[in-house]
T-cell receptor
Framework: ELKVEQNPLFLSMQEGKNYTIYCNYS?????LYWYRQDPGKSLESLFV?????AVKQEGRLMASLDTKARLSTLHITAAVHDLSATYFC??????????????FGKGTKLSVKP | DTEVTQTPKHLVMGMTNKKSLKCEQH?????MYWYKQKAKKPPELMFV???????INESVPSRFSPECPNSSLLNLHLHALQPEDSALYLC?????????????FGDGTRLSIL
């Protein structure tokens, strides 16, 4: 059974600091996704990671994937208040399939303070 | 605003009522999904439709009945729900077979069962 673990679950950061969120998963998968969710809102796609060593960056966020270690990281550089949200990683357990069957981590609630 | 539209945004119903949630997308996506999200928890997959056919049912109770009338529409029929079914119900869609594309989520229907 595929399990997806994120840590930390809560993260309080100061503006301008760097930090990393970790996402471990238990079985082989060929797709990993990062989503952002603001309170009371829907999920916004951030990154899609498909291959070992994949690295993607958007603004102050950078995501990477190590399929051998079954680990993805979301690195935050010089945090700003607007990044405060809950971040989910999700792994597709439909390995090799054509449509998704996502298992989400519990989420990391990020709070960036001045 | 998201490209996946869900109605209604809020729904309060009694345990004996019958109601339906609706989801619509015009992105040409051929995979559509229903998720349930409890407060402060990650989304949990309920159903997947691929090319208008039900392809995944994650052991969802029969009081939830999905329907996909055409490639743009997805319904979730509700009957005899329980208080523990109160949650945010999210619809999503994706381009079937396009592994590098994420699922796009609607804003959700917040359901309360009295």
């Amino acid at each position: 059974e595929l399990k997806v673990e994120q840590n930390p679950l809560f993260l309080s950061m100061q503006e301008g600091k760097n930090y990393t969120i970790y996402c471990n998963y238990s079985t082989t998968s060929d797709r990993l996704y990062w989503y952002r969710q603001d309170p009371g809102k829907s999920l916004e796609s951030l990154f899609v990671l498909l291959s070992n060593g994949a690295v993607k960056q958007e603004g102050r966020l950078m995501a990477s994937l190590d399929t051998k270690a079954r680990l993805s990281t979301l690195h935050i550089t010089a945090a700003v208040h607007d990044l405060s949200a809950t971040y989910f990683c999700a792994v597709d357990k439909n390995y090799g399939g054509s449509q998704g069957n996502l298992i989400f981590g519990k989420g990391t609630k990020l709070s960036v303070k001045p | 605003d998201t490209e996946v539209t869900q109605t209604p945004k809020h729904l309060v119903m009694g345990m004996t009522n019958k109601k339906s949630l609706k989801c619509e997308q015009h992105m040409g996506h051929r995979a559509m999904y229903w998720y349930k999200q409890k407060a402060k928890k990650p989304p949990e997959l309920m159903f997947v439709y691929s090319y208008e056919k039900l392809s995944i049912n994650e052991s969802v109770p029969s009081r939830f009945s999905p329907e996909c009338p055409n490639s743009s529409l997805l319904n979730l029929h509700l009957h005899a729900l329980q208080p523990e079914d109160s949650a945010l119900y999210l619809c999503a869609s994706s381009q079937n077979g396009q592994l590098n594309q994420p699922q796009h989520f609607g804003d959700g229907t917040r359901l309360s069962i009295l």
